[in-house]
């Protein structure tokens, strides 16, 4: 299948790729995009993990470029009683022409993807999220402009999949990340050396010192789905890396807040800062949409 693209993590597409994708997303958002590249298309969605945002945005992009999305919850096919991942795979492709997929370990997206004949979409990994970032990316572009170059971007607490996404896209688009993760929780440590090739990446423990001069601040829950039995052990080691009010007041005065939701305030970020005039979180949340549709088109469309 040599023209089958994937979308797995972000560098899977060149930095012109992306800026394309993200150009047809705001073109999609402002309504100048018609057509429907999906007609008579079906994408399978296989989720072994709980969602809101990926499930529902992709679904209704699926149906407004013309094509129709499977729902398939773990819980229901033969994937959750053992089935192997391999031939899943190659029996959705006989149906499906693309397959969208929320699991646990990164390892079974590779998988999935390599005995699939159909393109393969990462919608959520322990180890990446980047349709997420894709997103943010797209809601920084609304507030500062295309070129992402430029900008500072500061992640504040788990080294998570947001926290590697967020490290890939840098390396790609080469702006300065700096993350501060409390000791034991640092990113992965083979994607923070990649990014550091191409991009100015810093790691700290101190979120002040992340903050300072940012043009985004970003976060995410301190607990990731099935991490839950860790969840007393987090908020302790975590207590310190809560955005609020005086965090964001070091990052610059034009600052914007991202979160990819679900939030929990007060434990990683405040009511008042989620809720305040810099917090962009419901248009990340709407960008998913765009971003998603611009990806389908460009993996399954005609
Ligand atoms: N941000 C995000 O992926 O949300 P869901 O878990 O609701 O899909
Ligand atoms: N890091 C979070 C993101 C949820 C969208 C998780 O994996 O649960």
Known sequence: M??????????????????????????????????????GKTL??????????????????TFQLGGHALFLSSRD???????????????????????MIRTFA????????????????????????PCQVMADLMTIQESFGTALDGRKVAWIGD???MANSWLNAAWRFGFELRLACPPGYEPD??????ARTGATVLLTHDPAEAADGADVVTTDVWASMGQ???????RHAFAGYRVDQDLMARAASDAIFLHCLPAHRGEEVTDEVIEGRASRVFDEAENRLHIQKAILARLMGD
């Open 2 to 39: 040599p023209d089958k693209r994937d979308f797995l993590e972000i560098p899977d597409f060149s930095a012109d790729e992306l800026y394309d994708l993200l150009d047809l997303a705001h073109r999609m958002k402002r309504g100048e995009f018609r057509a429907r590249p999906l007609a």
């Open 44 to 61: 399978a969605m296989i989720f072994e993990k709980s969602s809101t945002r990926t499930r529902v945005s992709f679904e209704v992009g």
């Open 159 to 161: 080294g998570n999949n």
């Open 228 to 234: 839950e039995a860790e969840a007393e052990t987090r």
């Open 77 to 99: 096919i033969q994937l959750g009683r053992g089935e192997p991942i391999r031939d899943t795979a190659r029996v959705l492709s006989r149906y499906v022409d693309g397959i």
């Open 189 to 194: 440590r083979q994607i923070f050396d990649r």
């Open 106 to 129: 990164h390892a079974d997206v590779v998988e999935l993807a390599n005995f699939a004949t159909v393109p393969v979409i990462n919608g959520l990994t322990d180890l990446l999220h």
